[in-house]
């Protein structure tokens, strides 16, 4: 793989930023959402709903609520999902004028995450897309390995 310019960065969103997208949409930063935002604006990796309802102070938000809020911001371009294959989705915040296409390298030991800036050129999927007849081919891709720490 090349290393391939995209548009992704991982740099901290500004909380007010953040909460300037919910209104421009006309949504409301309701106490649980801005609790969600906040959490995954100080994570720099994808969050399971399990681990944001762990991390929130207890009685803030209740699952079905992080869910909800989830599929709103989801829906509204704010985070994105990824899949580790456990069947546990994972939501990470994604910037502004950003896709968040990005992908990941996870230790199959201790779940450690690294954030990977590199990804397949974009000629791959013209030719896949050509060959088949395909168009708009795009792809979700994740890493998994053994992390320095976890190497015997
Ligand atoms: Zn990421
Ligand atoms: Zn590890
Ligand atoms: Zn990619």
Redesign the pocket.
Known sequence: MKPHAHSHSHKRQEMSALTGRLRRQSRKITGPRAAILEMLRRHPHPLTIREILDALPRGQCDLATIYRSMHLLEEMGIVKRFDFGDGAARFELVGENDDGHHHHLV?T????VVEIGECFPGEIEKRIAARNGFKAVTHKLEFFG??P??QP
Do not use: Q
Request: charged letters at 20%; one cysteine or more; a neutral charge.
């Open positions: 230790c030991k201790c779940s450690e053994v992390c720490a976890c």
